[in-house]
């Protein structure tokens, strides 16, 4: 979904000779490569940026960053999890949707944190993208990320040794990056695994509460942008109520995680906790009856769809 942020250009990664072609920005980036869309879903639970306050969610959940981490206090617990399928819409070329209803909740390595598997392909460390739920008081042990971990903390507060995030913000720990998370309080994840570039090496970590938003494309988006190198962009997008956009080609592909409200085209209709992913070169005519928030991510499917 080409969007008009009215941003600096983001950075960008050497593609010499390649193609150009319109990016989440609405500007022609170069390219040599495709796209692809996700979008996922979580049960009866979505988060307003706007006032962070998480909805369906319990009180004591609601609170505010602090400038230190919580005390740890605590040693993870382990588990034998259930058995989950290590190949889970693993096909990138394929259009995959995924409702708040359609997956449940499966028991990670550590006591207290469960997953909904949303896409995987390979084992614990593989490529994965999951909703992840801590109980209060739990934790995992320190452990390395080899191919990136990108975070979108959907309620609660998550934490690990650099700090407290609470909901609505936006994590990048790059590859090779290495940290020990737990939650004091409680918290849902939107996180996806080893799916970064290698010559991605910057830490995000983006307060979307005091980050600001640049109207889109057309009438009814606003864009808060969140990420960018090489071909993919992220960003969150706010559709107001009676928004429709153009139909448009998915180059590199697309993923959403649908926060609040209805996101809509002509394939349906997707409630908050939706996720969706769409191929390279896919086309669609996206619009929002009552509104919504999403989370979009385009670009990103390119080289793993063009590979081999």
Not at 3 to 31: F, S, Y
Not at 219 to 233: A, D, K, R
Not at 268 to 282: E, F, M, V
Request: glycine content about 10%; overall charge positive; some cysteine.
């Amino acid at each position: 979904m080409p969007i008009d942020q009215r941003a600096p250009p983001p950075r960008r990664a050497d593609t010499q000779g390649a193609a150009q072609r319109p990016g989440i920005d609405g500007r022609l980036v170069r390219t040599g490569v495709s796209d692809r869309t996700v979008v996922a879903r979580w049960p009866r639970a979505s988060v307003s940026f706007r006032n962070r306050e998480p909805i369906h969610l319990s009180a004591s959940c609601r609170h505010r960053r602090t400038s230190r981490p919580l005390p740890l206090g605590r040693r993870p617990q382990f588990a034998h999890s259930r058995q989950f399928k290590l190949n889970l819409h693993a096909d990138l070329r394929q259009r995959a949707v995924v409702l708040p209803d359609d997956t449940g909740w499966v028991a990670s390595p550590s006591v207290g944190i469960e997953r909904r598997m949303l896409d995987r392909n390979g084992k614990e460390q593989g490529r994965a993208t999951s909703v992840v739920r801590y109980a209060a008081g739990s934790a995992f042990p320190p452990h390395d990320h080899p191919g990136g971990e990108e975070i979108l903390v959907l309620e609660g507060v998550f934490s690990d040794e650099r700090g407290n995030y609470t909901a609505g913000t936006y994590i990048r720990n790059p590859v090779g990056s290495r940290h020990g998370p737990y939650s004091d309080l409680g918290c849902t994840l939107f996180v996806k695994l080893c799916q970064f570039d290698p010559e991605d090496s910057q830490r995000v970590v983006i307060d979307t509460e005091q980050a600001g938003w640049h109207p889109g494309l057309v009438p009814g988006l606003s864009v808060l942008p969140l990420h960018s190198f090489g071909t993919e962009h992220v960003a969150l997008v706010r559709w107001a109520p009676g928004t429709q956009f153009k139909r448009h080609c998915h180059w590199g592909g697309e993923e959403i995680l649908v926060l609040e409200g209805t996101f809509q085209d002509e394939h349906g209709s997707y409630p908050a906790g939706s996720w969706l992913r769409s191929p390279h070169q896919s086309e669609h005519t996206p619009f929002s009856d009552e509104g919504c928030l999403i989370f979009v991510k385009t670009g990103h499917l390119a080289r793993e769809s063009l590979s081999p």
